[in-house]
């Protein structure tokens, strides 16, 4: 039995990446949800001040462990009962984080982040299903469309956090965590309507080997440069509603700040598929990463609200035009029966580094402070660009050569 590639079909594309844009925007809607109140329920329910983020760095945990696993799915069963799946999850995952917020039990709750982290890992396909029918032209586009979806979440998002802090008083958070189920249940309505062809069975051939595809230069810095992006934009944003608190922020200003940091992570998509088309994909993604330095700097002048505001939303500006360059580099790296686990390793890499991060924010914020979660960025930074660099370099003595 052979694999078949999917046949392009612009139109068809179209369609699904408007729908995969609905289902984005109810997925991150509850996900930003959970990351402005999860620190804030761990610094709550936690041993000490250092274990605050975990609950956060459970949901990259869940989503890390699950990634590859949710692609293979997806190989076998299709895009469209993979996504379900990983909504209805998430919508248990909702409803633990209740219990859990009644109980006081951070056990508890961490499960329910973990449970979370499935559903962002069945939703961090979105982009790749998007552009699994579309022309390699549209492909760019296809792929910015569904990130809009973050728009609307964005301003969902922190609005319905600031609504729903104390829609279940004297319990702080479970009307939040209550609606964060519904809106997963939503977004599992929605994605039964992706029309996806399934492009081969499971026991058809799939190509080169993982470590062949892997191998490739310019998957080695596609790779790398998205998971570095996502790697230093988590870091950051964990860190920053526990670092606002202890500022002497209310809950209300970290969401606005967050919601802002949401919206240039999304915003920019409307242009950032035609920003590539004509600039490339490596130039934006370095774009991107000298953006995120700009954040950095501004993250060590103070810690103002002007200031918290100011990092985020140039961070968010850097990982939408890093994180869309590296995801439209990566799907020129394999062939169609190859893209479950081509993407699968990329997204596993994603989430190992995003977990880790995450981890490495409570600690640093508890050690080093405001200061010391700024500094980390810049290592990573400094990494991707060199990386992007050699790669531009490499390809020019290829040319030079050939």
Not at 46 to 59: E, F, R, Y
Not at 170 to 176: D, I, N, Q, R, S
Not at 304 to 326: H, K
Not at 353 to 376: D, E, N, P, R
Request: aromatic share 10%; hydrophobic share 55%; net charge positive.
């Amino acid at each position: 039995m052979t694999a078949e590639a999917i046949p392009f079909d612009d139109g068809k594309a179209r369609r699904n990446a408007v729908i995969l844009a609905l289902a984005q925007a109810f997925y991150g809607a509850a996900y930003t949800a959970l990351v402005v109140t999860a620190g804030l329920v761990g610094s709550q329910f936690a041993p000490s001040t250092a274990w605050a983020t975990l609950p956060v760095s459970m949901a990259i945990v869940g989503s890390a462990i699950t990634t590859y696993p949710m692609s293979m799915l997806m190989r076998r069963t299709g895009r469209r009962s993979g996504f379900v799946l990983g909504s209805l999850l998430g919508a248990a995952g909702g409803a633990i984080g209740v219990v859990a917020i009644y109980d006081r039990s951070f056990e508890l709750f961490l499960a329910a982040c973990f449970l979370m982290g499935v559903y962002q890992a069945s939703a961090s396909y979105y982009r790749f299903a998007a552009a699994d029918t579309a022309s390699p032209e549209f492909r760019p586009k296809a792929i910015s469309w569904v990130m809009t979806g973050g728009i609307v979440a964005a301003l969902v998002g922190t609005l319905m956090v600031m609504g729903t802090v104390d829609l279940l008083a004297p319990v702080t958070f479970a009307g939040t965590w209550a609606l964060m189920t519904l809106l997963a249940l939503g977004g599992s309505l929605i994605l039964f309507a992706v029309d996806i062809p399934l492009n081969e069975k499971h026991d058809a051939p799939s190509g080169r080997p993982l470590w062949v595809i892997a191998r490739q230069t310019r998957y080695m810095v596609a790779a790398l440069t998205g998971t570095l992006a996502y790697g230093i934009m988590v870091l950051v944003m964990t860190a920053t509603p526990v670092a606002m608190l202890g500022c002497g922020f209310s809950v209300a200003d970290s969401s606005w700040v967050i919601q802002w940091h949401a919206l240039a992570m999304f915003l920019p998509s409307f242009f950032t598929g035609n920003l590539i088309a004509r600039w490339g994909a490596q130039r934006i993604a370095a774009c991107g990463m000298a953006l995120m330095i700009g954040g950095g700097v501004a993250g060590l002048l103070g810690v103002t609200f002007g200031d918290f505001a100011v990092i985020m939303i140039l961070l968010g500006l850097g990982w939408n035009l890093s994180f869309i360059g590296a995801t439209t580099m990566l799907t020129e790296t394999y062939r169609p029966e190859e893209k479950n686990k081509a993407q699968g390793l990329n997204d596993l890499l994603v989430f190992v580094t995003t977990a880790l991060a995450s981890l490495s924010a409570g600690k640093l914020l508890a050690w080093f402070g405001w200061q010391g979660v700024i500094y980390a960025m810049f290592p990573m930074v400094a990494l991707a660009l060199a990386m992007l660099v050699w790669l531009s370099l490499s390809r020019r003595a290829r040319s030079a050569a050939g």
